[in-house]
């Protein structure tokens, strides 16, 4: 499996400066982009409440490194998430196995180092780590053409952000169970504790306002 994600990966490569020059941020897709590949109806992640946690986590591991340029913003980058997940028809686990590759890419990540531009967008690197856990759990996984129409970004580039992604990733893509639990607490905890507040949240105000009239 490992060999067929670095054939795909070594099918085309570019110079990174050159790269940095060509990708415009905004990353797609916009919501208002429209593909027949991916009209299925939302999977068990389309929940605002979990995907808005894997927004904020993804943008909370990269706001060091954001710039005037690349804000990597919640809102934007949930959105972006919701859409990628509700396109290429990701399940749970592939989900979950790329918010895990996300952060083991950015672990140890120094505001110092040097890094190629699109490598600061929290959307474009979760986009490379969700094609990497789609091909390491599938047999039979989209090709890069797929992921050019489900993403709006060129194939050249998705092939450049993944083979990053795997290089910062030493090639191993192997989570084991206990790893996979704990991410997988950290996105589930965090969004029942949220789920909560907003329902405190709402009867604290509704008492009030029982309270006030």
């Not at 895990?100 to 690197?125: T, W």
């Not at 991410?183 to 589930?188: C, I, T, V």
Request: proline share 2%.
């Amino acid at each position: 499996m490992v060999s067929r994600v670095l054939k795909e990966a070594n099918l085309v490569m570019v110079d990174t400066n050159d790269l940095d020059r060509r990708l415009a941020y905004q990353t797609p897709p916009y919501e208002q982009w429209k593909s027949t590949l991916c009209s299925a109806s939302p999977g068990p992640l389309s929940s605002d409440t979990l995907v808005s946690r894997i927004g904020m986590a993804l943008c909370e591991r990269t706001s060091k490194i954001s710039t005037d340029k690349i804000r990597n913003e919640a809102g934007s980058v949930s959105s972006f998430v919701r859409e990628v997940l509700r396109r290429s028809k990701s399940n749970t686990r592939s989900t979950v196995l790329a918010f895990a590759y996300f952060n083991k890419v950015y672990d140890g990540q120094s505001v110092k180092d040097k890094l190629p531009e699109f490598a600061r967008c929290s959307k474009r690197v979760f986009l490379s780590c969700l094609i990497l856990a789609n091909k390491f759990l599938n047999d039979n996984s989209f090709a890069m053409k797929t992921w050019h129409m489900i993403s709006g970004l060129r194939q050249k580039d998705l092939c450049l952000m993944e083979r990053w992604c795997l290089d910062r990733l030493d090639y191993k893509l192997l989570v084991t169970e206990t790893e996979y639990a704990v991410f997988e607490n950290r996105l589930f905890v965090a969004s029942n504790k949220r789920m909560r507040c907003e329902n405190e949240s709402v009867r604290d105000l509704s008492y009030k306002k029982l309270r006030t009239i």
